[in-house]
């Protein structure tokens, strides 16, 4: 347990990711339930460069540590408990270490040896869109926009194509459109594309894949 007078949250993705599940959820709905005096210290196997700027805006700065090619800690503190975060930060960095399970906050089970390789170290930077880069085998149609960002997210593991997506739309203004490209359909983002009020259309490939055109709200 560290030792500090706020209330320590960790989250462990790492076991979620190895299992190539979807854990951008499952921290949003952790965040939600935080107080302005909880202190999140989230573990990746990468740092989750696009979900710093996402809980930014939600009023959260961060710091984040490399302790192993896959293992970032990264610790989110609320702009109101600003006094605080120097000591908190602090105190996360000299304990993860010596940590060997999650105190009764944590999400159990810690194992990470097999999570992805591949994700080691920043998420794949954002392509900008040039005319022969649209995924969409269609020409655009003059009821159509022209994206403003095309990704394309297919190979990529979780939670890497929800969160390039987010990072990009974070980067457009509104009615501009980002058309992706992603091994299936994308469920938890169309998840989080309601809340934000987004338009989007989904279109099957026969592939098995996904193309989902979305419009800022």
Known sequence: MLETDVNIVELDV???????????????DT???LKHEDVLVLHAPFKPTPLLGILKMKGYSS?????ESNHWVTTFVHKKNKTAAEKISAAVQSNTLARTELTSS???DSGSEDAMNSCEGQPPAIAEP????????????????EPTIVLDN???????P???????LERCKPGEVVLIHNDRVPVFLIEEL???GCLYSVEDQTDGTAKVRIEKG
């Open 130 to 145: 040039s005319k022969s880069a649209v995924l969409s085998d269609e020409p655009i149609t003059q009821e159509q926009k």
């Open 106 to 108: 944590s999400i159990e």
């Open 194 to 196: 309601n809340q934000l």
């Open 14 to 28: 790492r076991p979620h990711l190895s299992k190539k599940l979807e854990p951008f959820q499952l921290i949003m």
């Open 154 to 160: 297919r190979g990529l593991e979780p939670p890497q």
């Open 31 to 33: 965040v939600k339930e």
């Open 162 to 168: 929800m969160m390039r997506t987010l990072a990009a």
């Open 63 to 67: 710091t984040s540590e490399r302790l």
